[in-house]
């Protein structure tokens, strides 16, 4: 990787994850499926179903599973080609990665062998990378189908009304408020330490740029964090938080959650 | 006229550094008062003060007859009624906003006081409407401008309705037009019962705003008086760092005029 | 989880969905929930009402620290946790907390990182992260002045250290899953990799890209902040006394608990140096030398030598003769179950510790200046 490219990919890395917030938001108004269901009902039921695909133990069942994740895609009006590119594809390059030994090192029957390599890729072997990748790929599918389809604050509601503590839920949306500015600070430090840099730094003087920037970035945080305290004192916080939740299930909504856990134990029962 | 915050003689610093030294002041009840001062002058130090965030190591400070002391904000009740009468505008908006979308912003201020359910989303959607941002009701707050972002929080103190309003810089980093919207709205209190506290270096503003000034340098009150006195008054607005002199050269001889950008043309003298 | 990087072994410090059974998972989420909760009371009471903003806005720094890429020798990048910075700064409560809300935020919002696993990685990372951080710093920072270069050098330790116990814990969930959870004809049904592979396999990743990493960040942060901003060094108890309401300040450690957090994280250790000592780097089946991409690993472990391009015969035949044993240690257990059995077992005993070490501090009350509230 070369001298400034490392910046390159953090200033990267900041654009992509802004793009998500976006992608996600843009997602969650589509008219679909997923999106007119209660956001409790999609925790809970897509929650189901990853744990389902979690204690299957046969791949017929997991590619079952895969095949109900894209269909909810689809009727959620979230785009197959943004999933491959956002989930497939990086989970190949992944979790395949790292399955592609266990090829060749998990014991047990050949299936086929390569004496001049003295390799040998068992049957086992075949079964388990193609079970781990099947099961990452499927998980993922559905824990993004769900992040895309329901908007931020509806997954901070959910979690609250399914009894996750008030001060937990509260810091969840404060972190994820902030998250975005601190990005944006973080980005005009870089862009502006880039213009500034002249010729190339060696490796050393990389290494305390990056940390002198996310010291910086700190003590700017560590001040935040005072003034937004100061901000929820002066609108009456007094350490409790108090939030409106105002789901009401509807008929559908009973349907949908009884349709996911049904598939979710059908899923595993068959798959035992 | 009735008294709102009385302020005896405070001071207060942050670790070692002082940031309000001997300070005095008297506001009542209806008053529109402008705090003049550079940045450093512990204006911000003061709004905060008179909000009860802080408490000064020194002097007094009451609230309509009530003494603002730390043991009596952890009085709930007391703290409750506080809270809702008197509201503090930040300089920064970001760091006003910290909830999820402007509606659970806005709505924050009535639920942690307790209202229920309904009135609260009557409430919120009346004051949305009344700033004129209803359309950003389920904005995320990092995707709304400078100018939305002053607005929302603006709203999430309207909403209680406060008796006492501390704005703290409200037009700095404003566009023109939002700008002119703030000074629009804080004329619009003008003879009503609220007391609206304004603090701000910006000249051009100020007689719109107030109708009495205080001019504050290194922690402390200097001067006191009506806009019109004291924008008139360039000596003090000199020491008090609020205009600037430049020097420039015609013919071979230097003048230096103090004056300020922005302000309507002036002609000064050769 | 972004691919920036050839060798991404050591990213897998995030567990996606998939790679730990249920059981693991559900235990997993139990150590993690019993963590969250003794963190937030104890944060409560040093912080009150402060903790919530402070807490938050760190998370969200964390978050924010995690997609830094932190060059490192030889031209690499790696990402840091944030976690040795968080544990000087907040201490391993305040750290704990952080971490694991930037992990949720990863994994709920932007949908990277599992939800079946965020209990384990929460567990890997924010708790045995921050207390290995915390106790090492406090460990080689002793009561040296705050800015001393041996409060530098303690928190790269510290943050190195936090980071390999880390992805040790992670790879001993990964590795056990193998032996534990398999099908009849013995197919592996979560991560593939047995202890003797996932250990050294993460390891080596850890020691020489992301543990660099951290110990790059925390080393710099603390020296910026002995320049910038001295009192944030002086940890959660210095924070508590920022301009505001005041609260009750944090009691200074006892020495006496340091020694028990010692033990506790030596406990955690020892599968570690058992392995060392048989020393991890040399350790591999003749399969991973022919792998394209584990050769690549290998060969970064290596001090950038490409390993030989055919089996040497040596290995080869050790390969067959793993089973006979060094003089001095006994890497005969590391392919039987039991070994895998032992080395859980010093771990449970080293939570159990910890664990009676939460009850102790939970439980324990502080003297208080009494605010009339």
Redesign the interface.
């Known amino acids: 990787m070369s001298r400034h490219s490392f910046l390159e990919s953090t200033l990267q890395g900041f654009t992509r994850a802004m793009s998500k917030a976006l992608q996600s938001e843009h997602a969650a108004t589509q008219p679909g499926l997923l999106q007119q269901l209660d956001p409790r009902v999609r925790v809970i039921g897509i929650f189901a179903l990853v744990v389902s695909v979690i204690i299957c133990r046969r791949l017929e069942a997991i590619a079952a599973i895969l095949l109900v994740a894209i269909a909810i895609a689809v009727a959620s009006r979230v785009s197959l080609a943004s999933l491959a590119k956002r989930v497939w594809l990086v989970v190949l390059g992944f979790t395949g990665v790292i399955a592609l030994p266990a090829l060749f090192i998990t014991p047990g029957e050949p299936l086929f062998t390569a004496p001049a390599l003295h390799l040998s890729i068992s049957v086992q072997g075949v079964r388990t990378a193609v079970l781990l990748v099947l099961r990452v790929e499927t998980a993922a599918t559905l824990t993004t189908v769900l992040v895309l389809s329901t908007v931020w604050t509806h997954i901070l509601k959910a979690l609250r009304s399914l009894h996750l503590p008030a001060e937990i839920v509260t810091m969840l949306a404060i972190t994820h408020r902030y998250v975005f500015l601190l990005i944006e600070t973080a980005n005009q430090m870089f862009e502006s330490r880039q213009s500034r840099t002249v010729g190339v730094l060696s490796g050393s003087e990389q290494r305390k740029m990056t940390a002198r920037t996310a010291g910086v970035l700190l003590s700017k945080s560590i001040e935040l964090s005072h003034e937004v305290y100061l901000a929820m004192l002066s609108r009456g916080f007094r350490g409790e938080v108090r939030l409106l939740t105002d789901f009401r299930l509807k008929p559908r909504d009973y349907a949908g959650l009884t349709a996911f856990l049904f598939t979710g134990c059908l899923a595993a029962w068959m798959g035992r | 006229m009735a008294s709102t915050f009385e302020v005896q003689d405070i001071s207060f610093s942050y670790e070692a550094i002082p940031a309000i030294r001997g300070l005095t002041l008297h506001i009542g009840e209806g008053d529109r008062i402008a705090l003049l001062g550079a940045n450093g002058s512990g204006k911000s130090t003061l709004l905060r003060i008179l909000d009860a965030l802080y408490f000064p190591s020194a002097g007094s400070v009451t609230f309509k007859g009530d003494a603002l002391t730390e043991k009596h904000l952890q009085q709930e009740e007391f703290f409750l009624n506080f809270r809702r009468r008197v509201a503090l505008v930040f300089q920064n908006p970001d760091v006003q906003l910290f909830n999820p979308t402007v509606f659970d912003e806005v709505a924050y201020g009535p639920l942690q006081l307790q209202w229920n359910k309904e009135d609260v989303i009557r409430r919120v959607d009346e004051t949305l409407e009344f700033m004129s941002i209803s359309r950003l009701r389920d904005r995320p707050p990092y995707r709304l401008s400078e100018g939305e972002k002053k607005r929302v929080a603006l709203a999430s103190v309207l909403v209680l309705d406060p008796e006492v309003l501390l704005l703290d810089e409200p037009t700095a980093t404003l566009d023109p037009k939002s700008q002119s919207q703030v000074v629009d709205l804080i004329q619009q209190w003008k003879g009503t019962a609220k007391t609206v506290i304004t603090a701000t270096h910006q000249l051009e503003i100020v007689e719109d705003i107030a109708d009495r000034v205080f001019v504050l340098e290194a922690g402390t009150v200097i001067a006191e008086g009506t806009p019109s006195e004291i924008l008139s008054n360039t000596d003090l607005l000199l020491r008090a760092n609020l205009i600037h002199a430049h020097r420039h050269s015609h013919e071979g001889v230097v003048h230096s005029h103090p004056h300020l950008h922005g302000h309507s043309r002036h002609e000064h003298e050769h | 989880?972004?691919?920036?990087n050839p060798v991404?072994?050591d990213?897998?410090m995030h567990i996606?969905?998939?790679?730990?059974?249920?059981s693991t998972?559900a235990t997993l989420y139990l150590f993690a929930a019993s963590g969250?909760y003794a963190a937030?009371k104890r944060i409560?009471q040093l912080l009150?009402?402060?903790a919530?903003?402070?807490?938050?806005?760190?998370?969200?720094?964390s978050?924010?620290?995690m997609?830094?890429?932190?060059?490192?020798?030889g031209?690499?990048?790696g990402h840091a946790v944030g976690v040795g910075?968080a544990a000087i700064?907040l201490g391993p409560w305040g750290s704990i907390?952080a971490i694991s809300?930037?992990l949720?935020?990863q994994?709920?919002?932007?949908?990277d990182g599992?939800?079946?696993t965020l209990g384990a990685n929460c567990f890997n990372m924010a708790i045995v992260g921050s207390f290995t951080a915390y106790g090492v710093y406090r460990m080689v920072a002793a009561n040296s002045k705050l800015n001393s270069r041996q409060r530098v050098l303690a928190a790269a330790v510290a943050g190195f250290v936090a980071i390999n116990a880390a992805a040790l814990v992670t790879a001993i969930e990964l590795g056990i899953q193998?032996m534990l959870f398999h099908?009849a004809?013995?197919?592996?049904?979560?991560?593939?990799?047995p202890l003797h592979?996932a250990i050294p396999a993460m390891m080596i990743g850890h020691l020489t890209f992301a543990g660099l990493a951290e110990a790059?960040?925390s080393?710099?942060?603390v020296?910026?902040?002995q320049r910038?901003?001295l009192g944030?060094l002086r940890g959660v108890s210095g924070?508590a006394q920022?301009?505001?309401?005041?609260i009750a300040g944090a009691s200074p450690e006892r020495s006496q608990g340091r020694l028990w957090w010692a033990v506790a994280l030596l406990m955690l250790f020892t599968p570690l140096g058992i392995l060392a000592a048989g020393t991890a780097w040399g350790e591999w089946?003749?399969?991973?030398l022919?792998?394209p991409?584990?050769r690549e690993q290998i060969g970064a472990a290596s001090g950038n030598h490409a390993p030989p391009s055919s089996?040497p015969v040596g290995i080869?035949k050790l390969s067959n003769l793993w089973t006979a044993p060094f003089p001095g240690y006994a890497p005969r257990f590391i392919k039987s179950p039991m070994f895998g059995y032992l080395l859980s077992a010093m771990f449970g005993v080293g939570f159990l510790v910890l664990a009676s070490l939460l009850a102790r501090v939970v439980g324990r009350e502080w003297p208080r200046r009494n605010?009339?509230?």
Not at chain 3, 1 to 4: A, H, L, N
Not at chain 3, 52 to 61: D, E, M, Q, R, T
Not at chain 3, 67 to 73: Q, R
């Open positions: 989880m972004e691919e920036e991404e072994i990213e897998i996606p969905d998939g790679y730990l059974s249920p998972c969250w937030l409560k009150a009402t402060r919530i903003p402070l807490i938050s806005v760190f998370a969200a720094f978050f924010v620290v997609m830094f890429n932190v060059p490192l020798p031209g690499t990048t910075v700064v907390l809300i930037a949720a935020i994994a709920l919002f932007f949908g599992g939800i079946t193998p099908d004809s013995g197919t592996p049904l979560y991560a593939p990799y592979v790059a960040i080393a710099g942060m020296s910026y902040l910038a901003d944030l924070l920022t301009p505001g309401p005041i089946s003749s399969a991973d022919m792998n991409h584990t089996v080869e605010l009339g509230s």
